[in-house]
């Protein structure tokens, strides 16, 4: 099978990625083997490729917004099925042992694995995945579009809940890539109010179409004009004025899994009025579930640009560089597309 393979970091300027042709992998006695139509592009591949994130594994296969159909099912699967057409996340398997995971906080497992991190991942024209942490998908659903599902949709749906927003609430979403603009869909839909700040005029205007109230850069004063914020940009330095531009008792939920310093934070200026600051950690199943449902209920699907498997380097140099209006998906050989 072909594969883009990373065998040492590089920054994505370098075209660190090789197509390389490897074996196809055998699904262990809990994993079902997924013959991969296409997988979504994110940041996190990004930070694991330029070495921010530090695989245990090399050389990895990166990617962990992958859809698929299952060809192969290990001998102690019971649910999925071959011909089943299922999503695989960032979140690849836990201990199950651990206090966290015995206490539905999985995401913060003490040993965790993920996909396209230390396990290899979807930009492949096959993986192996565990039975247990892939999600069942409609068949005759859109997989191009399902696929930034899967990471950005779970994540953001996961920073949604820590923001603590509400509907009737008023949310800011800092940074518009593939999460932001998922999330800002899924609150319009549901009547909530969204205000979005990105630096990129592309990205304001889709944000105003998509159904944002208001869309500017981060010079604007948004002092004490919201009541809960999400950031998605990696950018520490974001995070006083956007903790300034909370009302009394709001909540700020930084959603990256990287970020650049911030700022040292005065506490009356940004925390006192119990203001909160809150991290957001990969994702519960649940999590996935949860928002899966309701992407399919409100029909919440996001832009996607496609690029081919070999094509993997120039994907994330546009998405590095902010050329992306919504998400880029690489699509396998033999797809459609």
């Known amino acids: 099978m072909k594969a883009m393979i990373l065998k040492s970091h590089a920054m994505i300027e370098y075209n660190p990625l090789q197509l390389t042709d490897v074996e196809i992998p055998e699904p262990g006695p809990d994993e079902v083997l997924i013959k991969v139509l296409c997988c979504a592009v994110c940041r996190t591949d990004i930070h694991v490729i330029e070495g921010d994130l530090n695989p245990s594994t090399m050389p990895v296969i990166p990617g962990h917004q992958a859809t698929g159909v299952v060809t192969k099912v290990g001998r102690h699967c019971n649910f999925i099925s071959v011909g089943d057409w299922v999503g695989v ?24 694995q993920f996909t396209g991190y230390n396990l290899q991942g979807g930009y492949s024209e096959y993986m192996v995945a565990a039975e247990k942490f892939v999600y069942p998908l409609p068949k005759d659903a859109n997989q191009f579009q399902i696929s930034p599902l899967l990471c950005a949709g779970i994540v953001g749906y996961r920073a949604l809940k ?9 949310l800011l979403l800092i940074g518009f890539g593939s999460s932001a603009h998922l999330m800002l869909q899924l609150v319009v839909a549901q009547g909530g109010k969204v205000s979005v700040v990105t630096r990129a005029k592309n990205h304001q205007k889709l944000a105003l179409e998509l159904g944002a109230v208001w869309a500017g850069d ?58 909160d600051l809150r991290s957001v950690t990969a994702n519960t199943r ?10 399919f209920q409100y029909n919440i699907l996001p ?35």
């Not at 199950?96 to 965790?112: A, R, S, V």
């Not at 009302?247 to 700022?263: C, N, Y």
Request: with cysteine.
């Open 89 to 112: 996340a960032w979140l690849g398997r836990t201990c199950g042992t651990c206090i966290y995971c015995q206490t539905d906080k999985e995401n913060l497992c003490l040993q965790p």
């Open 162 to 170: 820590r923001s603590n927003f509400e509907l009737g609430q008023h």
């Open 218 to 275: 981060s010079t604007a004063d948004l002092s004490e004009t919201v009541d809960c914020a999400i950031l998605f940009a990696p950018a520490g330095d974001l995070v006083p004025q956007t903790l300034s531009a909370l009302k009394r008792g709001g909540t700020l939920a930084v959603a990256g899994i990287h970020l650049s310093p911030i700022p040292q934070l005065e506490y009356e200026t940004h925390l006192f009025y119990e203001r």
């Open 286 to 295: 649940h999590d996935g579930v949860e928002f899966l449902q309701k992407a």
């Open 303 to 337: 832009k996607v640009q496609i690029y081919r498997l070999q094509d993997a380097n120039k994907a994330l140099l546009d998405l590095k560089m902010d050329r992306i209006n919504g998400t880029a998906v690489l699509s396998m050989p033999d797809s459609d597309y």
